[in-house]
């Protein structure tokens, strides 16, 4: 039942991904409101699953490696739907889209939905942990994604070469405001997940606390050059690639509420 529900969330971005990709070819994009609205439908169900799931087990649902991509799926679609309008970002769903389909593609075919031995009782800073920290790398993904559109458009306006997805890109300005506002949320809140950690009474995986402790300094030295203004935004928007891809590689080893505590 609850991989039902994933399926059908999964569909609906990828409706969004192909309508995108077919636009692009035939050169007539337009910032219609289908892809918004395929992806807040992916939403709904991802958080159907995740309730069934989460039922199912009697805690969060972040036992396993198949949980935890699902949930950060569910992350990058919460923060695109709560930031896309409000900062006139709605093409930012044609980026989204493939994201987050490729994320819940893999949970799916990859055979990493095995059950893990669990405490009796979850333990709330653990559980606090573990979400908040998710919720967390969703904000970094939407600013890989605003960092991504940012090269985009500026290598269309060096090039000259504009195509017809140009004209609903945002301002430069507005593109580089929404990744400092999606850097700063990114960064409480994965400070908050961090800490909550050391409040977990379970012993701490050191290799991994100190990974963890390095994607945090990362993203506080692209913080801390942008409050500096000593790097062009260009490079800010690299950055911000860079730094997801490379705090992604934190993913292989989590079982976040499994009885071996992760961070």
Known sequence: MDRTLLIISTLFFF???????VAIKARTYHAVGFNFFAIAL?????????????????????????????????????IYLLIGSAY??????????PLVFGLQAFALLAPIDRPHPMPVAPA?????????????YGAFALACVAGLMYLLQERQLKTRQLHSMFYHFPPLTDLFAAITRLLWLG???????????????????Y??????????????????????????????????VVAFSAALTLLWGITFLSSTHTL
């Open 124 to 136: 709330p800073w653990l559980e606090l942990h573990a979400s908040v920290s998710l919720i967390a």
């Open 42 to 78: 992916g939403f709904v169900f991802q958080t159907a699953f995740l309730s069934v799931r989460g039922h199912a087990l009697g805690r969060c649902p972040l036992t396993n490696l198949f949980e935890v991509f699902v949930f950060l799926a569910w992350s990058v679609s919460l």
């Open 15 to 21: 409706l969004a991904m192909v309508r995108t990709a």
């Open 187 to 205: 960064f409480v809140l994965l400070t908050v997940g961090i800490a909550a950690g050391f409040f977990t009474g379970q012993p701490l995986p």
């Open 88 to 97: 006139r970002l709605s093409l930012m769903g044609a980026f989204t889209a």
């Open 207 to 240: 290799v991994k606390v100190a990974w963890s402790l390095g994607v945090w300094i990362f993203y506080a030295a692209i913080l801390l050059a942008r409050h500096l203004g000593t790097t062009a935004p260009r490079r800010i928007a690299a950055l911000c």
